[in-house]
């Protein structure tokens, strides 16, 4: 039988209360990222599912304690791959988007939507690399 090597998922859920009213609370975001990762085979652990309630997706990622927390752990190589619902869900600022991608891929952790056709495990160029297959 052969060994296969999991891909180990953090889920990184964010709203505000605004938000959770339209139907995009924490636990809508968790159950589709859930069913996702399931499908795709993905390991799952609780431990790496953060949440940010009622912050906003313009603030760095020192000012959202669950978004900071991510970061650290990505640091340590706790996960390979970020999932998200949206990518607004992460960042609606492009600036800080683009350097937290940047500062995700020097820890070697790929980011990806899934609901948009935004994976950043797979490349893009002759060359690249990808880091969902640690």
């Known amino acids: 039988m052969e060994n296969t090597i999991k891909t180990k998922v953090a889920m990184y859920l964010r709203c505000s209360t605004e938000e959770q009213l339209k139907g995009y609370g924490l636990p809508v975001q968790e159950e589709r ?3 996702y990762a399931t499908s795709q085979g ?3 652990n609780n431990q790496y599912v953060y949440r940010d309630e ?3 997706g313009s603030l760095p990622i020192e000012l959202r304690p ?3 927390n991510l970061f650290a752990d990505a640091e340590q190589n706790r996960f390979d791959l970020v999932l998200v619902l949206k990518v607004d869900r992460f960042f609606r600022n492009s ?3 683009l350097n937290a991608l940047h500062q995700l891929d020097s820890y070697k952790v790929s980011f990806s939507s899934v ?3 935004f994976d950043t495990s ?3 160029e002759e ?3 990808t880091y969902a297959s640690k």
């Open 66 to 68: 669950g978004l900071k």
């Open 127 to 129: 060359g690249r690399s």
């Open 95 to 97: 600036r800080l988007l």
């Open 122 to 124: 797979h490349p893009y």
């Open 54 to 56: 009622g912050f906003s």
């Open 115 to 117: 609901t948009e056709p």
């Open 42 to 44: 993905f390991e799952i």
């Open 33 to 35: 990222l859930r069913a």
